[in-house]
């Protein structure tokens, strides 16, 4: 039966027009329709999407460098306070480093409770007591010095 008479034989045997469910031309319409619209946005969102990913990739390298560079910052410091860091007295320069950092984050007013804020790495290296790294975070976050 053709589509014709089938929905005439629906509307008089039932007395309105098939539901979409029921109607296949109705439906072919509908994801025709839909498949235009999205040959239409596609490119449009792939180029947004593209876009979005170079910038948060740009920026991620950026902080990842920031926080390189504090730590060089803090090495620099110890050095002109005298000290040479050797893979020998590494162990000590960081627990040194650890003491002064957590020095710091007390200042700043950082503590177990609140160093979640910064970031999740921020936390986890406080939990392991590498509070440089946690000095680190916020003063990426936060961008200060």
């Known amino acids: ?3 014709r008479q089938w929905k005439k034989n629906y509307k ?8 979409f469910e029921l109607d296949k031309r109705k439906q072919r319409r509908y ?3 839909m498949a235009r619209q999205i040959n239409i946005t ?6 947004t999407l593209t876009k979005e990913i170079d910038g948060w990739m740009k920026s ?16 620099e410091e110890f050095r002109k306070a005298g000290w040479e860091i050797t893979k020998e007295n590494r162990s000590e320069y960081l627990k040194e480093l650890c003491k002064k950092a957590k020095k710091n ?4 007013g950082i503590t177990q409770d609140n160093v979640s ?3 999740d ?18 003063m990426l976050i936060y961008n200060r010095r």
């Open 42 to 47: 596609l490119p449009t969102m792939m180029e």
């Open 31 to 33: 994801a025709r329709k």
């Open 105 to 108: 984050l007390d200042a700043l």
């Open 60 to 75: 991620l390298k950026d902080a990842v460098e920031r926080h390189e560079m504090w730590h060089m910052k803090q090495a």
């Open 117 to 119: 804020e910064i970031s």
């Open 121 to 138: 790495y921020a936390y986890q290296q406080y939990q392991l007591g590498r509070y440089d790294e946690t000095e680190a975070e916020y």
């Open 1 to 3: 039966m053709k589509y």
């Open 12 to 19: 008089k045997k039932y007395g309105a027009n098939p539901p």
